[in-house]
């Protein structure tokens, strides 16, 4: 039997469970969970897609995946399964994990062993359950935007790129082109400023995570 992280079970109904947050900064006696079997019909092969995914399974922790992810309707999992409040606070001590038939282990074990009760970090004085795991999603979606910005503009230079060598090759069949592939494609004000091949290559560099 494969050995499927996140996946656990109530201690006291033994009803199955997926833990998306193994304590919250706010409140570290409790964790929150999703009845997997108990989801929407519409909502349901997609999450347990997302949770039995390999970058679900790499992820130590199942929000990190399910604020990526998106249900078949397009809208983000994270944000919809706390906005239509199927995701459940439970205290950890009535969490057992079972990432297969013949393993388990209290939740709270387990935090103790990934030192996670130590190591959460402290949400702001005041700041409920709900807040917190919304500025959770938030901050996900700014880092995959941050992302994505990345990624078009390394897409952009790369494009500019290929359109340089497109040109180069134009001329070598064609020498009377020379002057006009010398000259960008334009209407009426020429290229802007800071857009040549050159310059966004050096943007990109910029805006490139350091590693």
């Known amino acids: 039997m494969a050995f499927i992280k996140h996946v656990g079970t109530h201690k006291g109904t033994n009803t199955r469970l997926s833990v998306v947050f193994l304590s919250l900064p706010d409140d570290k006696e409790n964790a929150l969970v ?14 347990m897609s997302a949770v039995e995914s390999r970058e679900g399974q790499s ?5 990190e995946i399910l604020s990526r992810k998106v249900f078949h309707n397009g809208n983000n999992m994270l944000e919809t399964l706390h906005q239509e409040g199927l995701m459940k606070k439970m205290p950890v001590d009535q ?9 388990q282990i209290s939740l709270v074990d387990l935090l103790a062993q990934m030192g996670d009760l130590d190591q959460t970090v402290a949400a702001p004085a005041g700041q409920t359950v709900q807040q917190n795991v919304q500025e959770q999603i938030d901050m996900a979606a700014e880092g995959d935007n941050k992302k994505i910005a ?3 503009l390394v897409q952009a230079v790369m494009l500019e790129q290929e359109a340089e060598k497109k040109r180069a090759e134009a001329v070598k069949y064609d020498p009377s082109l020379t002057e006009k592939a010398e000259k960008p494609a334009k209407k009426g004000r020429g290229r802007p400023a800071g857009t040549t091949a050159k310059a966004m290559a050096a943007r990109a560099e910029a805006a490139a995570p350091a590693e």
């Open 34 to 47: 999703v009845y997997s079997d108990s989801l929407p019909e519409k909502y349901h092969d997609d999450f």
């Open 59 to 63: 992820s130590a922790q199942l929000y």
């Open 95 to 103: 969490i057992i994990m079972s990432p297969n038939p013949t393993t």
């Open 150 to 152: 990345q990624n078009l």
